[in-house]
């Protein structure tokens, strides 16, 4: 564990010198503001705590959010260490690939908690703050911060993976940009089209739950939507959460992360300073 947490402590700085920490703190804290101040609205129509019905929101915000984050900060992890030269003389030191990129991993992934506490920490004292009831939702809001952090997880080692097979940080800032184009956006619309043209038929019961869950993004928000028990209140693909068990979608969340780091670490050994 020692080379893993040098390497992370090397990178959290980086991070700091390059503002990527205040940066997604920053982002957090004022989405989770804006979300706490417009989502007390229909509490009271609702019948649920303020605190409920803002996790609902920050789980909306956190599917297009927390992977443009984590892809931000981990595009050029390996690209820019190859353009700038430094990847030789990392290599240098008694710490294997596999050890370089956890420690970046690591570090990234601390960043990326953090920034979550104090976002989710704003909107949970909002809540707290005028509405005593809100109490009930903090189940619900600790669920969503463990599942954000494993998104966060699982496009942190994909960014990995497009960076190491980049190999160069524009080629490997417009990949990102498209995978999470592809993940959070094209992907939803694309079922969603095969749905409405397949008019009920085996596409739809055989096979779309099984693409649904395959995407992490679909399967956080789909395991949170299951769990707080909001599918009526889920649109679009997003509504298919109850008839998708929520078991199913805890395990893509689960080994994505670990399937993506895989990939990442074996695309690293690829790669020559």
């Known amino acids: 564990m020692?080379?893993?947490?040098?390497?992370?402590?090397?990178?959290?700085?980086?991070?700091?010198?390059?503002?990527w920490v205040a940066i997604a703190i920053l982002m957090m804290a004022v989405f989770a503001l804006v979300l706490s101040a417009a989502g007390s609205a229909p509490t009271g129509r609702l019948g649920v705590d303020r605190l409920s019905v803002t996790v609902a929101s920050l789980t909306s915000l956190a599917v297009y959010l927390v992977p443009l984050i984590a892809l931000l900060m981990s595009f050029d992890a390996i690209a820019g260490e190859v353009e700038r030269g430094t990847l030789p003389l990392a290599l240098t030191y008694p710490v294997s690939r596999a050890e370089l990129l956890a420690g970046k991993f690591v570090a990234h992934l601390g960043t990326l908690a953090l920034a979550l506490a104090v976002g989710y920490g704003i909107a949970a004292g909002t809540a707290l703050a005028v509405d005593p009831e809100a109490l009930a939702g903090l189940p619900a809001l600790l669920r969503l911060g463990w599942t954000s952090l494993l998104l966060g997880a699982a496009f942190l080692a994909a960014g990995y993976a497009v960076s190491a097979l980049a190999r160069r940080p524009g080629a490997a800032a417009g990949a990102a940009i498209g995978?999470?184009?592809?993940?959070?956006?094209?992907?939803?619309?694309?079922?969603?089209?095969?749905?409405?043209?397949?008019?009920?038929?085996?596409?739809?019961?055989?096979?779309?739950?099984?693409?649904?869950?395959?995407?992490?993004?679909?399967a956080f928000r789909l395991f949170n939507l299951a769990a707080s028990g909001a599918t009526a209140a889920a649109a679009g693909v997003g509504g298919a959460a109850a008839s998708v068990p929520a078991l199913h979608a805890l395990v893509s969340i689960l080994a994505w992360p670990v399937l993506a780091f895989a990939l990442a670490t074996a695309a690293f050994r690829r790669v020559t300073p």
């Open 179 to 218: 995978l999470w184009l592809g993940l959070i956006v094209l992907w939803d619309l694309a079922l969603l089209a095969a749905v409405v043209a397949d008019d009920g038929g085996a596409f739809t019961r055989q096979v779309f739950p099984w693409l649904l869950v395959g995407n992490p993004a679909d």
């Open 2 to 19: 020692t080379p893993i947490l040098a390497s992370a402590a090397a990178e959290f700085r980086i991070a700091l010198r390059n503002r």
